[in-house]
């Protein structure tokens, strides 16, 4: 029987190691060829809305391999994703996971992934651009990578940047929380900067930055977004992607630096590469930037061991087979 697997189900059986695993054991499979994303793809309405779809193929696997896809509608009242599984060589229902905490643990462990392959070993410092609904997830993610001495946040509301580090004292009581006046404060001399932000327009200049800081910009997954400006690439010595046919269509700072045409492209790396062969940072480069769109195979990556775990534990709610049905035409 497929299962629905609820926020809370999810959230028991996985955490952001956990998590940090399963995304680097799906960046492997994709290396090696047996799993594919389908590229993100999206439509606005109402003037401030975002219907996305993105998706994923895993040839082998439980289940003869698994594909899948995860939708939601971003609106200023919130939004609820859902994750649906599929047997790849039936097609039939496998599960449908209520995917924010989901999208959560994929969003901060990507995040994690790229910082634990590219920032400095010796980092204990991070600064946090953005304190919304992502922000302790990606706190989360890197203090599971690195161990992380103090966090620097900045948010262009004071009262939630206050609120954020209140809670942040809370959850990890080991790391020291700071407010940081403005970005420029928030990000000097840091060794790791997150930028989480629903920025129209760029607000992070390559003078802000220490020599040998990672980057992972996160936040800017739409075109009419954008978090940093055109001169970070002059000083980045890598750059890496969670999916670059998705930096590619969706990322206004990255097309505006290399063009919409697939030349030009070949400087950019996939996470999937570094993980599988090892690249770690080197103690030359300068700048290495992260840029994650979000993709299909880290979604499923998650999704697949939350089902997994769920199955084993007795979790989640039996959903009856769907029946099939003549239309009537008159």
Do not use: Y
Not at 264 to 287: I, M, Q
């Amino acid at each position: 029987m497929p299962l629905w697997i609820s926020e809370r189900d999810a959230s028991s059986v996985m955490s952001m190691t956990d998590a940090i695993g399963a995304l680097e054991a799906g960046l492997r499979v994709e290396a090696s060829g047996g799993a594919r994303n389908m590229v993100k793809t999206h439509v606005e309405f109402g003037g401030h809305g975002n219907l996305h779809a993105i998706g994923a193929a895993f040839d082998t696997g439980p289940d003869g391999g698994i594909v899948g896809t995860k939708t939601w509608a971003h609106t200023p009242g919130g939004a609820m994703p859902l994750l649906v599984l599929f047997r790849a060589d039936t097609g039939s229902l496998l599960a449908v996971i209520e995917a924010f905490a989901l999208g959560q643990l994929r969003t901060g462990g990507i995040s994690g992934v790229a910082t634990k392959w590219l920032a400095a070993e010796e980092a204990d410092e991070l600064a946090l651009v953005g304190a919304g609904k992502q922000a302790m997830a990606q706190v989360g993610a890197v203090a599971a990578v690195r161990r992380l001495r103090r966090v620097r946040v900045f948010s262009r509301d004071p009262v939630k940047c206050s609120a954020f580090a209140a809670k942040l004292r809370s959850r990890f009581p080991a790391i020291e929380a700071a407010e940081a006046p403005t970005v420029a404060d928030c990000v000097k001399g840091a060794p790791i900067v997150t930028l989480v932000t629903r920025a129209t327009e760029p607000f992070l200049g390559a003078s802000m930055l220490a020599r040998g800081a990672h980057v992972n910009a996160v936040g800017a997954i739409t075109p009419e977004r954008a978090e940093f400006h055109q001169d970070l690439f002059p000083r980045a010595g890598r750059l890496v992607a969670d999916s670059v046919e998705q930096v590619r269509k969706l990322s206004r700072e990255f097309r505006d630096h290399l063009g919409e045409g697939p030349s030009g492209w070949d400087g950019v790396e996939t996470l999937a590469s570094v993980v599988a062969n090892g690249l770690a940072r080197k103690p030359a480069d300068d700048l290495t930037v992260f840029k994650a769109m979000g993709a299909g195979i880290s979604d499923l990556s998650v999704g697949i061991e939350i089902l997994k775990a769920a199955r084993a534990k007795g979790l989640g709610r039996d959903l009856p087979m769907p029946e099939r049905a003549e239309i009537r035409f008159a």
